[in-house]
């Protein structure tokens, strides 16, 4: 069956540091991946989408990585701050244009910058 | 630029009750679905829609029930609440194609006693 998995346990960070999240997945071909963060009693907000013919992509202090061979992105966010601290979702999608723009999330991995 | 709009934000059902959560939009997105959150189990698809009068089962819809008769909005019934259904249900919407990025709603949790 299709899986998607994210590090269960938080990642404490010192601020400054780098956080780097992994995501793997298994009995998929995505077509492109999506980081989402997530606040304690909100919705989740879009950060990053990459295409399955993208190796990287960067937005300020986020970077993202896809490697197709290995199943798995990686998400990092560079110089962290206290402000980055929440949980943050890898989705998948096998398709840009077919009908249903369906994403499967993977469980989250909750992120905690220290000062 | 109100974005995706949920309500109500909590609900406290008793076993064998119905209702119905509402969701709109107002940025012209084709695609809308319904998520549940428990802990350790992540985002999982109830239902989805891809415009008015289209939907379709997604990974758990046992249980719910919805329509999609104009663009904007998209509810989800449940038809006769179980303690199972306790969670968190979020609404997201976004463009069919191009930039497929989800607007999620606020959420609505909900307890089933």
């Known amino acids: 069956s299709q899986k998607i998995e994210q590090n269960s346990e938080a990642l404490n960070i010192q601020e400054g540091k780098t956080a780097t999240l992994t995501c793997n997945y298994t009995?998929?071909?995505?077509?492109?991946l999506q980081w989402y963060r997530q606040d304690p009693g909100r919705g989740p907000v879009f950060l990053l989408l990459i295409r399955e013919n993208e190796k990287e992509k960067r937005k300020e202090r986020l970077k993202v990585t896809f490697d197709t061979t290995l199943k798995q992105s990686l998400f990092h966010i560079t110089a962290s701050q206290p402000a980055d601290s929440a949980t943050y979702l890898c989705a998948l999608a096998r398709s840009l244009k077919a009908a249903g723009n369906k994403l499967t999330f993977g469980g989250g991995t909750r992120v905690l910058v220290k000062p | 630029n109100a974005g995706v709009t949920q309500t109500p934000k909590f609900q406290v059902l008793k076993t064998g009750q119905s209702m119905t959560l509402q969701c709109a939009q107002d940025?012209?997105?084709?695609?809308m679905s319904w998520y549940r959150q428990d802990p350790g189990m992540g985002l999982r698809l109830i239902h989805y829609?891809?415009?008015?009068?289209?939907?379709d089962q997604g990974e758990v819809p046992n249980g719910y029930n919805v329509s999609r008769s104009t663009t904007e909005d998209f509810p989800l019934r449940l038809l006769s609440a179980a303690p199972s259904q306790t969670s968190v249900y979020f609404c997201?919407?976004?463009?069919?194609?191009?930039?497929?990025?989800?607007?999620f709603g606020s959420g609505t949790r909900l307890t089933v006693v």
């Open positions: 940025m012209n997105h084709e695609y």
């Open positions: 829609s891809v415009g008015a009068g289209i939907t």
């Open positions: 009995n998929y071909s995505p077509a492109y």
């Open positions: 997201a919407s976004s463009y069919r194609t191009g930039n497929n990025a989800y607007t």
